[in-house]
């Protein structure tokens, strides 16, 4: 990790910077894959599945048969965790539900908004150096509530974790499909994968340039997404061991994630790389865990004030604060994707099964971006009934302001009603 000591706040950004690749060469080389899925479908899947992944694919949808032989594949210890974190996720999931209220914004006016779920959405599951069985329950359970009428999943993976948990979630449709290609397919519609209206999930640098690129062509995305990341602010009080398991934690999922450790205490920042080094050598992981920490940051701060101050700067994807008093300094976070409060609640636990979303914004964009809900994967239509007497009220003001921006024919359509009475 590389070490700053009480930083000024003009050198901050520079300080805070995240590892990024150069989007321009990525784009480039996405775009003809989009281009060639848009025009050939189903063949060009195929021909990217062998020219990128050495696979020859048929039929890429995976049949009912595969799924429902997922479950045997796993132990009872793992089905009985998945489904205590449906059973979580679910639960803090429903609550986001908003119910219809009707406001009557003067007398015979009357104005509501109501909640309609996106009727296609598709989630990317990516395959990688880890089956994230978790994202599609994090993906498919708030697009279940929402009242999605399909579901469609794309992964290059057929682990069976993620073919089970698709299952207990909901999951329409599963294709066996990767990469950019992925992006594409759902985005556009193939001969086999259905056209979709939103597209959610994670993925490496040429997927999230693919559902940014798409995203220009009027398919929706969950939110722009870059490599994982998480910020700790500790104090004295915090348990070195408990620190360096978190940063460890984020570290394992790339060479490109990022971990910020912020504190008030050089000791702490010493005694957490000690326990960094110690816990990182039982890691299988600790290979690309220790390219990860070389993107990372020790920030040592004056105050906790300060500490607050740079981590709104940064906008952590996840921010874990094991400080005393850990609500209270939570309650002056603005930009955080999910907050992680004392010295008992590891970023593991939102990842998985507490009940929250993991799928957030990174990059900075949490200082404007929300993570993952309900409502991510539902529109909001506004509806407005008035009646004669209401119009009678309003109209007059409307063709006022209507004739004030020249727009007569607005001004008509009311006239032309009360005329009637």
Not at 144 to 152: F, L, P, Y
Request: aromatic share 6%; hydrophobic share 40%.
């Amino acid at each position: 990790m590389q070490d700053f000591k009480f930083p000024e706040k003009k050198d901050w950004k520079q300080i805070l910077t995240r590892p990024t690749a150069n989007i321009d060469e990525i784009e480039q080389k996405v775009i003809p894959i989009l281009e060639e899925v848009k025009k050939s479908g189903d063949g060009a899947i195929r021909k990217f599945a062998l020219q990128f992944d050495n696979i020859l694919l048929n039929d890429f949808q995976v049949s009912q048969a595969e799924i429902d032989a997922a479950e045997a594949k796993l132990t009872e210890e793992l089905k009985s965790s998945i489904k205590i974190a449906v059973q979580n996720i679910r639960r803090f999931h429903e609550a986001q539900k908003s119910s219809l209220e009707i406001i009557e914004t003067m007398p015979g006016v009357e104005c509501w908004r109501k909640s309609v779920g996106i009727e296609k959405v598709g989630i990317y599951i990516p395959g990688g150096t880890a089956p994230l069985f978790s994202t599609v329950l994090m993906l498919a359970i708030p697009a279940q509530i929402a009242g999605c009428k399909e579901i469609v999943l794309c992964s290059p993976s057929n682990h069976p974790a993620i073919l089970y948990s698709a299952k207990l979630v909901g999951v329409d449709k599963i294709y066996r499909v990767g990469g950019a290609q992925a992006i594409a397919a759902m985005a556009y519609g193939t001969e086999t994968v259905p056209q979709v209206y939103k597209i959610f999930g994670p993925g490496n640098q040429f997927v999230t340039a693919a559902k940014q690129l798409v995203s220009k062509e009027g398919t929706a995305i969950d939110m722009p997404a870059g490599p994982s990341e998480v910020a700790v602010l500790a104090d004295d009080s915090a348990k070195p061991a408990f620190v360096a398991a978190d940063l460890l934690s984020q570290a394992e999922h790339g060479v490109d994630s990022q971990v910020i450790l912020v504190s008030t205490s050089e000791k702490l920042i010493s005694d957490v790389k000690k326990e960094v080094a110690l816990q990182l050598e039982s890691l299988p992981r600790r290979e690309m865990a220790s390219k990860s920490l070389e993107n990372s940051k020790a920030i040592i701060v004056s105050t906790i004030d300060d500490g607050v101050d740079l981590l709104n700067e940064y906008a952590a994807e996840h921010l874990i604060l094991c400080v005393e008093n850990a609500e209270e300094v939570g309650e002056r976070i603005i930009n955080a994707g999910s907050i992680f409060l004392g010295y008992y609640t590891p970023e593991s636990c939102g990842d998985y099964a507490s009940g929250t979303n993991h799928t957030l914004p990174t990059n900075g964009f949490a200082k404007a971006y929300s993570g993952v809900s309900v409502d991510s994967f539902v529109k909001k239509i506004t509806f407005q009934k008035i009646s004669r007497e209401g119009l009678k009220k309003l109209g007059p003001h409307v063709s006022t302001m209507a004739e004030a921006e020249s727009l007569q024919a607005h001004s008509n359509a009311v006239k032309v009603r009360l005329a009637q009475d």
